[in-house]
């Protein structure tokens, strides 16, 4: 009975702060009340006097220490509730660059755990912002997979064209040395080469369809370039790029998982070299063979 009355007393004030006007103040009460919502005594207008109408069904937000301060309150003989603590307002979103923060983030996640190891939660928790903060850029983990992907595929470009220009007019040794940055870029970027490579993201986004032909590009150029100084023998250009393609994916694979620990090579670039070179020498002799 005790505990009723103390109710009693604080809905009255509840009612008394909401006839001054102070709607917000009404709103963290009528939340505080839910706490109560059990108790049948504090339905009904008639118990709060007609002044003020309180859903206490609309609520279970505050916990039960907001009344053991209000309470105190009231026995202290404060009609007012000004004191009762509420809730403090979420803190206000900003971040420096908080889209290259999820990136980053993001690759360092998967370079842990892969693809499909993390979720945007956790991501969030990561970065230091709130579980919500990584929507407003990207729409799901679809989206952001996908524009790792993409970024991946224009950065493994870039690299693969400064290795070719690098090189200089020899074929085998351009052949050589965008091989080996192939593999080199994924060895040492292996967050973005995942995401590349990863069915979550979106093969058919735009920018990453971009990046993906930047790379093939290059590939298909060099090609063209074999064929028309003859040292690729006729035929469709297809038919270089998949064994080609085969290799640099699966010598790459293998290099980020230590798989050539075992024979003892410790050098990649040596490692693709010796790869690469026998599959181009079989490709130019099939020249001949034509």
Not at 31 to 53: C, E, V, Y
């Amino acid at each position: 009975m005790q505990r009723r009355a103390l109710v009693r007393r604080v809905c009255v004030g509840l009612c008394d702060r909401t006839h001054a006007g102070d709607g917000r103040e009404q709103a963290g009460f009528e939340d505080a009340l839910g706490f109560f919502r059990h108790d049948g005594s504090l339905r009904g207008p008639g118990f709060l006097s007609g002044r003020a109408h309180v859903d206490i069904d609309n609520i279970l937000k505050f916990p039960p220490s907001t009344w053991n301060v209000a309470i105190v309150n009231i026995r202290r003989g404060r009609g007012r509730l000004g004191t009762v603590p509420r809730r403090p307002p979420p803190r206000p979103y900003h971040h420096g660059d908080l889209p290259r923060a999820l990136r980053e983030g993001a690759l360092a996640l998967i370079e842990e755990r892969g693809p499909m190891g993390f979720t945007l939660r956790e991501l969030a928790r990561r970065v230091g912002v709130s579980h919500a903060a990584p929507y407003r850029h990207f729409a799901d983990k679809r989206a952001l997979l996908t524009a790792l992907a993409a970024e991946g595929a224009h950065r493994l470009a870039d690299a693969v064209d400064a290795a070719l220009t690098a090189a200089g007019p020899d074929l085998r040794a351009r052949f050589l040395a965008a091989a080996h940055a192939y593999v080199r870029f994924a060895m040492d970027h292996p967050g973005y080469f995942q995401a590349m490579f990863s069915a979550d993201a979106d093969p058919n986004d735009p920018a990453f369809v971009n990046g993906r032909e930047r790379s093939l590009g290059l590939l298909y150029r060099y090609i063209a370039d074999a064929q028309a100084a003859g040292y690729f023998g006729e035929g469709e250009a297809l038919s270089y790029v998949i064994p080609v393609f085969a290799m640099h994916q699966g010598l790459a694979v293998l290099a980020m998982s230590g798989a050539f620990a075992p024979f003892g090579v410790s050098d990649v670039r040596a490692a693709s070299d010796l790869a690469h070179g026998r599959l181009l020498d079989g490709l130019t002799r099939a020249r001949g063979e034509g």
